[in-house]
């Protein structure tokens, strides 16, 4: 077959987000050039790509660059679990059928997390805070009723989400006012018996400051010396072109593996935006004010601003491969710069530079 029709022949096979993979094709992971084997490359999906009423481009970059994904929300309690004894497996569902059709490798995201999370899970009906009892039996069902009905199919869980503070401190999340540190432990232990197959982790942000580094090393030993499994901790790499320190970035990746656990990078994206207050956690109740010198480039990005993306992305690509013997998966939150969540956070309506893909599509890495 001459190389332009072949080209044709590939491009159809890819056309739809809900088109059965090719077991028999070789993986097209252009990625696989930057990111070392085994490490899964994995991309946070939204339920309009798996229903396949996303964009074709997004489509085809999802299809042929990809071999893991994450739920980006509908595995979140306030999605899954709104009310308290109901449950909503629709989009759920129809994420772990895509994953499943595509042999796609599936992470659930997250069971146990203070944003986004339902609102009757930590009260009662008066709006007071439940008792640790309560409480206790709550996590336990959520997790239970989520991990059994998946079982077989979700490869590992963000169980515990951004549960500790940049300076080491616990969160003064309601889960924590009720039981303290113990929650972890508790929603843990529950996921070790829900699903014994599936991978645990626990998924952070700002992994590159010293407290948070030292409170996290202290969970994994807490948790392994109490028989609980911890397979990995996700340092979530929302990064800028001045942000994080990658020494100190690296010095986290180090002391997690000694503390005995295996990394995965987690959320990556990779923003040229001018950074509102020095802000360099995920925080989604993050805002500020739209202004237009905090979105300078709507109508395109300077070249010198691209080799600056490329030459960081590179050193974070570096840093992955160096570890790579104790590396799961790296993630990148979202497919393409058009449905970046940067694009909104922490400043609603601008256009960043922030995934692998263009808007177009088209691999940005030299």
């Known amino acids: 077959m001459k190389p332009q029709l072949l080209a044709i022949a590939i491009s159809m096979l890819a056309a739809s987000c809900t088109q059965q993979a090719n077991n028999n094709a070789p993986e097209q992971l252009p ?25 074709k481009v997004e489509s085809d970059v999802l299809l042929h660059n990809f071999n893991c994904i994450t739920a980006e929300n509908c595995m979140k309690s306030e999605v899954i679990n709104p009310q308290k004894g109901v449950f909503d497996f629709t989009l759920a569902d129809e994420f772990v059928d895509f994953g499943v059709r595509n042999n796609m490798t599936i992470i659930g995201h997250a069971p146990i997390w203070h944003s986004q999370l339902a609102p009757w899970f930590c009260y009662d009906d008066a709006g007071n805070l439940v008792s640790a009892d309560t409480l206790k039996q709550r996590i336990h069902d959520h997790i239970f009723t989520i991990m059994t009905r998946y079982k077989g199919k979700i490869r590992g869980y963000d169980v515990v989400n951004e549960a ?23 929603a843990f232990q529950c996921a070790q018996e829900a699903d014994p197959n599936a991978e645990l982790y626990y998924n952070d942000y700002s992994m590159n400051k010293a407290g948070k580094r030292n409170t996290v090393c202290e969970l994994v030993k807490r948790l392994k010396s109490k028989g609980i499994r911890i397979d990995a901790v996700g340092l979530q790499s929302h990064m800028g072109l001045d942000f994080p320190n990658f020494e100190e970035f690296e010095t986290s990746v180090a002391a997690f593996i000694n503390a005995g656990t295996r990394v995965q990078f987690t959320e990556v994206d990779l923003s040229v935006l001018p950074n509102p207050y020095n802000l360099e956690g995920a925080a989604v109740e993050s805002d500020f004010e739209y202004s237009l010198d905090k979105d300078p480039y709507r109508e395109s990005v300077p070249d010198s601003v691209k080799t600056q993306w490329n030459e960081r992305m590179a050193q974070f690509f570096g840093i992955v491969n160096k570890y790579a013997e104790h590396v799961n998966r790296v993630t990148f939150w979202g497919v393409t710069d058009e449905k970046s969540w940067k694009n909104d956070n922490p400043i609603r309506g601008r256009k960043d530079y922030a995934l692998p893909f263009a808007r177009n599509g088209k691999l940005k890495l030299n």
């Open 31 to 55: 990625l696989r050039k930057y990111i070392a084997e085994p490490i899964l490359i994995g991309a946070a999906v939204n339920q309009w790509q798996v229903a396949g009423t996303c964009d």
């Open 164 to 186: 500790i503070e940049d300076d080491g401190s616990y969160r003064q999340s309601a889960f924590y006012q009720i039981m303290g540190e113990e929650f972890i432990d508790y």
